[in-house]
């Protein structure tokens, strides 16, 4: 048993901590040293906005420095699998964008072009900013939150210049469907549902209830649906080879084509309903830590579903090109409704994203109270010494030890 010394519990203003780890006298030089270089921690450790559902184990250190998080890029935690899913799918990206722009005879900013360089930009931002927001998410419970805040207007960006691509490349012609002839009214709304997108994942997960993810997952489901629409209605409204003046798309007769938007439509599904079930590891929670749970899912359905996606748009092109339909698709394109409508877009996402930083109320109260307990602790602990023999063990927990225990039942 150990002494009252030994076990002590310590009342902050508002706060109590266990701290019969800090204030073990017999700390040693290397129990510290055991700690510092200490690289994962259990759910039971971290405090409760740093924690994941149904995932027990694996975690890096709460409160991380940007150097500490950049560092975890060479070691196994349960945020390995995110990170670099996504900057290798950022890469591959970069390099399929890079030969289509090379295998164009044409100028990149000919207007043909336009709308590629555009999906581009999208695809890039979602892939680097997730990966980035995964990569810094333990630096604080604010922090967590506002990454995938980031998270959130990249995927908007995103939904938006996937319409832009869809829109100019696979949109049905002669539909007298007014939303295909006029482009304006087809990017406007295409950019409300982007906006939608991060006012409501920002939302939910600023205020998180039990079904915060599902009504997270809701207006991204809507943005998509409305991104490939010019496609759905052309495959199935429409025929290649219909006379001029009756409805013609490409994707109605091209099984090619078909089969890619099949997949891409499955896999985007799959990646909703991964996100939002949390299975595996909800019917096994700790067994898939590491590897295998609900958002890597989520992130290889993404990838593959932009994959499909961008060979939908690929076909299309070639199409347009070997049928001399270039002139025509690209009437109505511009660098004001390609390029500069898209940086708008991400500009306005990333508006509305700050404002709900800014107004973002996150109880960080573990991290301060925490701070305030080691100052008060290293005081009682000094005059009960007596000595400062002890000081170096207390500086030591200072710097790397927290409280033990259940963390969250603390604040
Ligand atoms: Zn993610």
Redesign the pocket.
């Known amino acids: 048993m150990g002494s009252t010394k030994r076990n002590n519990n310590f009342n902050t203003s508002n706060t109590t901590f266990h701290n019969n780890d800090i204030m073990k006298d017999g700390a040693s030089r290397s129990d510290c040293s055991t700690q510092k270089d200490k690289l994962l921690f259990e759910e039971g450790e971290m405090p409760k906005g740093l924690r994941e559902p149904f995932i027990r184990s694996g975690y890096r250190r709460a409160y991380s420095t940007p150097w500490q998080c950049f560092k975890s890029l060479v070691y196994l935690n349960n945020e390995s699998f ?1 990170v670099w899913s ?1 900057l290798l799918t950022t890469c591959y990206f970069l390099v399929r964008f890079g030969m289509a722009a090379l295998t164009q005879s044409n100028s990149l900013l000919d207007p043909f072009n336009l709308p590629l360089l555009a999906s581009a930009f999208g695809t890039l931002m979602l892939y680097s900013t ?1 990966s980035v ?2 990569l810094f998410n333990s630096m604080s419970e604010r922090g967590y939150k506002i990454c ?1 805040f980031f ?1 959130y207007a990249a995927v908007s960006l995103y939904t938006f210049t996937s319409s832009q691509a869809m829109f100019f490349y696979a949109r049905p012609m002669n539909t007298q469907w007014v939303i295909f002839e006029w482009p304006s009214l087809y990017l406007l709304l295409a950019a409300l549902f982007s906006f939608l997108v991060t006012y409501g994942c920002c939302k939910t997960d600023a205020a998180v209830n039990k079904f915060s993810t599902l009504l997270r997952a809701l207006p991204a489901l809507v943005a998509w649906v409305f991104s490939t629409l010019p496609f759905t209605v052309g495959a199935t409204l429409c025929s290649c080879h219909a006379t001029s003046m009756s409805c013609r798309a490409f994707s109605a007769c091209s099984n090619e084509s078909i089969g890619y938007y099949l997949r891409h439509v499955f896999c985007t599904i799959l990646a909703g309903f991964m996100y939002s079930s949390r299975l595996p590891e909800r019917l096994f929670p700790g067994r898939f830590d590491l590897i295998g749970n609900s ?1 890597h899912f ?2 290889l359905c ?1 990838a593959l579903a932009t994959e499909y996606a961008f060979k939908i748009v690929e076909l299309n092109v070639s199409y347009l090109k070997n049928e001399n339909l270039s002139e025509e698709t690209t009437a109505y394109v511009s660098i004001i409704n390609t390029i500069v409508v898209a940086i708008l877009v991400m500009f306005i996402n990333a508006g509305i994203l700050l404002w709900f930083a800014k107004n973002l109320r996150v109880k960080e109260s573990v991290y301060k109270n925490y701070t305030k307990y080691i100052k008060e602790s290293n005081v009682l602990r000094r005059r009960s010494l007596g000595s400062s023999r002890n000081l170096q063990e207390i500086d030591c927990a200072t710097s790397v030890t927290r409280p033990k225990g259940d963390f969250a039942a603390d604040y």
């Open positions: 995110n996504h997730s927001a995964h995938f998270d958002h989520l992130h993404a």
